[in-house]
């Protein structure tokens, strides 16, 4: 049978509605697809896409089950290596990862592997209401810090394993930046419950409204029994661009326009909480949470700008949330970048200066250097301005832990092998560690670091 080069699309609500709602924008594969799209894969003996998978699913024998029509065999593969299949099946960069080392990807399009997952996840949470056991204890208490993809998955492992394991979260609810970063129309909170109350039927507790490093200290963690701790408290402090302007009221992070969103659900007219951006807004950054920023300031009716001071082609952001923001009516302003924020008599965002860039040569990163031009200023209206400039660690954890060694941006330094910081018994990892990163990518630290204090505990013990 010929193999269809291209992967099958992914339904999808139509732009000039979901623009409007803050429904999922995907709408998934039907059985039927999903079957089509597994006969796809080639089943390659050396499963070349495992090796992207920083979690490694057996993503070929996953989609075997799935062209055998066992939907639910296909989820124990995945779920035998991943805590959030249904997260990750709609929020991983899959392009850059498994599906970019797919066999069939170098003469047609690779196997849709994340639409795939998804597919899988889906059908059982659709179909299945059973819980897993929980193991047996082995007595031993393991405290995880923050409820992200990181902390989430060290806890499952842990779990697993018999570990009683308490999760810390400073906020109300639980699921990190899967609940507060990520919007409801690309991933709905009700996955992210779902996956969380698989992770509690293992016997991970979860303690909210625990801020690490004032409401209890890593020294009183240990102090109260538990003999391993794995920080996996994210980067949840946000960057600015350093400009005038940027204190007027209109100009937000976009982790604090995002959380309002997405946690506090202040785009609903009954909200306690409700934000307003007026009707022009401009979103300064290119990444994912640009991306995420930006649609939702245009769900709440604002017309909007990306500013970014590269070219379309230096876009980090992921392909696929590009495509998405354009076909919803967002514009983009490249080659650009804000030198000032206006403001009026009230303190309200009025206007933005922006000044031309050209590009240069590579910088650290291996992308064309930005560099301004002077005589290029212009001033534009405005009534909000999101700045989505990547965030860095907050620094209470290193302020209140005596030895805790980080980099001078405030990562925590760590083995890579193991995620072991400088102080014994004391793991980390995701973006904690490495700045803001992917859930996947911080899925795979927190696994590692689970094993890692598997092994740590097993040999104290022994």
Not at 61 to 86: M, R, T
Not at 193 to 203: C, F, N, R, Y
Not at 260 to 286: E, Q
């Amino acid at each position: 049978m010929a193999i269809e080069p291209k992967k099958h699309a992914m339904p999808a609500q139509e732009p000039i509605i979901r623009e409007k709602n803050f429904k999922e924008v995907a709408l998934g594969y039907t059985a039927e697809i999903a079957r089509e799209e597994a006969n796809r894969c080639l089943n390659c003996k050396n499963k070349p896409c495992v090796s992207g998978c920083p979690v490694n699913i057996d993503i070929p024998d996953f989609i075997a089950q799935i062209k055998k029509g066992d939907y639910e065999a296909a989820y124990g593969v995945i779920s035998d290596s991943s805590s959030l299949p249904a997260v990750c099946g709609r929020v991983c960069p899959q392009e850059s990862q498994c599906e970019k080392h797919c066999t069939l990807g170098i003469k047609f399009e690779p196997v849709a592997i994340g639409r795939l997952e998804r597919f899988v996840a889906d059908w059982h949470n659709e179909h299945s209401t059973a819980l897993p056991e929980k193991p047996e204890s082995n007595g031993l208490k393991v405290a995880v810090i923050g409820s992200g993809p990181a902390g989430l998955a060290c806890a499952g492992d842990l779990a697993k394993k018999g570990y009683q394991v308490t999760i810390f979260e400073a906020l109300h609810s639980a699921g990190g930046v899967l609940v507060y970063g990520i919007p409801e129309f690309r991933l709905p909170k009700s996955i992210v419950a779902k996956e969380i109350d698989t992770l509690k039927a293992l016997g991970v507790d979860i303690e909210t409204d625990v801020v690490i490093g004032k409401t209890l200290t890593i020294d009183e963690l240990f102090e109260d029994g538990f003999e391993a701790v794995f920080v996996g408290s994210g980067a949840g402090l946000p960057k600015f661009m350093g400009i005038k302007g940027e204190s007027l009221n209109g100009v937000y992070s976009a982790n604090e326009f995002l959380t309002r969103i997405n946690l506090m659900k202040a785009y609903k007219p009954d909200s306690h909480t409700p934000i307003r951006c007026g009707h022009k807004v401009f979103v300064v950054g290119g990444g994912n949470v640009a991306m995420d920023a930006a649609r939702c300031a245009r769900r709440l009716g604002a017309d909007v700008s990306i500013v970014y001071r590269r070219t379309e082609k230096e876009l980090p952001a992921r392909k696929e949330e590009i495509e998405h923001a354009k076909e919803e009516g967002i514009e983009f302003m490249f080659l650009t970048s804000p030198v000032e924020i206006l403001g009026d008599e009230n303190g309200n965002v009025s206007g933005m200066v922006c000044r031309e860039m050209a590009l240069s040569e590579p910088d650290e990163s291996g992308r064309a250097r930005p560099i301004p031009l002077y005589d290029s200023d212009y001033t534009i209206p405005a009534d909000c301005v999101i700045m989505a400039l990547g965030t860095s660690p907050n620094p209470l954890i290193r302020n209140t832990t005596e030895g805790l060694e980080t980099k001078k941006w405030g990562g925590i330094i760590v083995n890579d092998e193991t995620g072991l910081t400088s102080r014994e018994g004391v793991y980390a990892g995701g973006d904690a560690v490495t700045g803001s990163a992917t859930v996947i990518l911080a899925m795979g630290a927190g696994k590692q670091a689970a094993a890692a204090i598997d092994e740590y505990l097993t040999e104290k013990h022994s």
